[in-house]
């Protein structure tokens, strides 16, 4: 049975407006409507590329969204940041209607956006409860029956008599997801929120989210950032990219795509041109890649395998290439190099260049590869910042799946022995 059901479902936006913009577009609208024409500001906009300035003032947050859900399905949301997760939610809740499209949904729906959304702040933290129960069609009863196990979840009962515009963020979401996964809701909503809480609180909501779905046989979407989450949690997964559904598809294939389509590219390869390859009179770089040893998706446990192909045009030289791996904060990993002709005995033609990172070498983070070729250990022949960068997925360590602080995440063999009082 369907829980979801978006067909052609777009949503755009007026950049700098509150609205539907000036009078003039809205009695525009309403003249085409009434002879049954289209609506003629649909025919404009631009994909919503933050990157760009762009020369239309209409974007399309969605474009053409279409997807189903079954009952029990538990949905992980996917992409980087604009890419249209939030709006997907805020349409999927009823938030805000699409431009275009329909959504069709079987049973209530429950969601837990952005800190402010569904509590209206002057109420206190008990009405609201009440207040979101009977909006989902509860009974007072029913939510009474709730109301006890709710507050213990949230942790906030010492001020759950208190308006709720008192409470810190982390108290908000806190009591807001506790309202959302308890009250008798058949579809669970979840966007990136949880990032306000602490790793204790995460990994509860985590663990209620996952009997919901297991448990309960309800139904779930869920945006997050957090890659380790989604693959524990979420059976399939939707990845978007710039307003458009770019796949859909098991959960873990759908990490793999979000990665291939990273801005910051694993692999380059020319084009079958050397001319227009990366390089110089001195050097042609043919191909730079950067692959997990196993599996398919690069994390902490797969290793990376590094490949460089190049073209030399200097014969008779000592060769030599660096490779300098930075994170995120530029801080420097490794600087590492290794010759290629060691005796001035280059010669003219193809090298190929390998080696493997192993696993635990890397904790989770986005990283960037810099490479440099060098004549004799003094003279710079060629040398080329960010060529490739790659990002490594966090994994699961016990029941906890947070990101742990440090460079590196190495696993050790322990030995353990115990010698007694």
């Known amino acids: ?39 003629p500001y649909l025919k ?12 239309s003032e209409y974007v399309w947050s969605l474009r053409d969204i279409n997807f189903e859900i079954k009952q029990g399905d538990a949905i992980g949301i996917i992409g980087r940041n604009g890419a249209g997760k939030s709006t997907l939610l805020k349409l999927l809740s009823k938030v805000t209607k699409p431009t275009t499209g329909q959504i069709y949904t079987n049973g209530r729906i429950a969601s837990l956006l952005e800190v402010g959304t569904g509590f209206h702040p002057e109420m206190t933290g008990r009405e609201n409860v009440f207040l979101n129960g009977a909006i989902l069609g509860m009974t ?3 939510i009474s029956r709730k109301f006890d196990e709710i507050v213990d979840f949230s942790g906030v009962e010492r001020y759950i008599d208190t308006p709720v515009k008192r409470y810190s963020s982390g108290m908000y979401v806190r009591l807001a997801f506790a309202v959302a996964a308890h009250l008798e809701s058949e579809i669970l909503i979840v966007d990136e929120v949880l990032a306000v809480g602490d790793a204790d609180f995460q990994k509860k909501c985590l663990g209620k989210m996952n009997d919901v779905a297991k448990g309960e046989g309800r139904t779930i979407l869920f945006v997050s950032h957090n890659m380790t989450a989604v693959k524990e949690l979420c059976n399939k997964g939707i990845l978007l990219s710039q307003g458009t559904l770019a796949y859909e598809g098991d959960m873990l294939n759908t990490i793999i795509e979000y990665q291939k389509s990273s801005s910051t590219t694993s692999h380059y390869h020319y084009n079958g041109n050397i001319n227009e390859a990366l390089g110089n009179e001195n050097i042609k770089i043919k191909e730079f890649s950067v692959q997990p040893i196993h599996g398919n998706l690069i994390d902490i446990d797969s290793g990376v395998h590094v490949k460089l192909v190049f073209e030399n045009y200097c014969p008779n030289i000592t060769l030599d290439t660096t490779f300098e791996l930075k994170n995120y904060e530029e801080l420097v990993i490794f600087h590492v190099g290794s010759f290629v002709a060691d005796n001035n005995d280059s010669k003219v033609g193809e090298y190929i260049v390998e080696f493997d990172i192993p696993s635990g070498s890397l904790n989770a983070g986005n990283y960037y590869f810099k490479l440099y070729f060098g004549k004799d250990q003094s003279v710079l022949m060629y040398g080329i910042d960010n060529i490739v960068g790659f990002e490594v997925e966090n994994v699961k360590v016990g ?21 007694g009082k």
């Open 1 to 39: 049975m369907l829980a979801l059901k978006a067909e052609n479902i777009s949503k755009q936006y007026r950049l700098g407006q509150v609205g539907t913009g000036t009078l003039s577009h809205d009695l525009n609208r309403f003249w085409h409507k009434v002879r049954g024409k289209e609506d």
């Open 44 to 55: 404009i906009g631009e994909t919503n590329d933050r990157t760009k300035k762009g020369n």
């Open 399 to 419: 029941n906890k799946m947070h990101i742990y602080p440090g460079v590196i995440r190495p696993s050790f063999d322990y030995k353990i022995n115990f010698h």
């Open 140 to 142: 007072r009863k029913e």
